[in-house]
């Protein structure tokens, strides 16, 4: 069985398998598993292990602490090499937000104890959060 079936347009494989097989994840349990927990989106919809992908679907992975959007340009049932997995897909991650825009959160000397009242309030308003 090959790798690839680029003979076949309407080629398809199961979304678990192709995000091992283009090294989005480890391992393909990894991506099972991140399905099941809705950790993987295809075309805006949870994706459960066994749902086809095919050419021009978009994938996105939660994993990590970040969501890796990409978009499916060859189907891989099968791990391949980095450079040839790269090409089976085109990243469409948007680029994360520069670090003066992201926002930090207050930081406690160790040791200080609970915050008060008033240092409470601070943070939340240094959070943006509002309380009703």
Known sequence: MAATDEANPNAT??????IWAVRLTKTRSQAATACRAGHVRVNGDRA??????????EVRVFHAGHERVVEVKRVLTKRVGAPVAAEAYTDRTPAPPPREH?????VRDRGAGRPTKRERRELDQLRGARRA
Do not use: E, H, N, T
């Open 102 to 106: 992201v926002a930090l959160a207050g």
């Open 48 to 57: 459960k292990p066994a749902q086809a992908v095919k050419p021009g679907d």
């Open 13 to 18: 494989a199961r979304v678990d398998s192709w």
